[in-house]
């Protein structure tokens, strides 16, 4: 049994900084992309960042230059750094991996931007 748990959404500031991590456990011979979606209220679940085995990198144009995200190869983790987040960020959050060539998703995490 695979699982994905995230965790560090929560409440920040406009233009504050939070970190969403997300660890896979379970029994894994291979993680190839994590990423990051996101879903806010009446919209559709969108990506947000994804970065593959090799390291590569992609990001919605809404946050590029703002997001950044990191992965733990040895700990099957993937880290989503959000700076100058903005209230328009504010969403369920969503980890998603393709863990021995199936995709698994996270329970969410909200992250609300407000002062």
């Known amino acids: 049994q695979v699982q994905l748990a995230e965790s560090g959404g929560g409440l920040v500031q406009p233009g504050g900084s939070l970190r969403l991590s997300c660890a896979a456990s379970?029994?894994?011979?291979?993680?190839?992309?994590m990423g990051w979606y996101r879903q806010a209220p009446g919209k559709e679940r969108e990506l947000v960042a994804y970065?593959?085995?090799?390291?590569?990198?992609n990001f919605a144009d809404s946050v590029k230059g703002r997001f950044t995200i990191f992965r733990d190869y040895s700990k099957n983790t993937a880290h989503l750094h959000m700076n100058s987040v903005k209230p328009e960020d504010t969403a369920v959050y969503y980890c998603?991996?393709?863990?021995?060539?199936?995709?698994?998703w996270g329970q969410g995490t909200q992250v609300t931007v407000s002062s």
């Open positions: 998603n991996a393709r863990i021995n060539d199936f995709a698994y």
């Open positions: 379970g029994s894994i011979f291979k993680v190839a992309d």
């Open positions: 970065i593959t085995i090799g390291g590569f990198a």
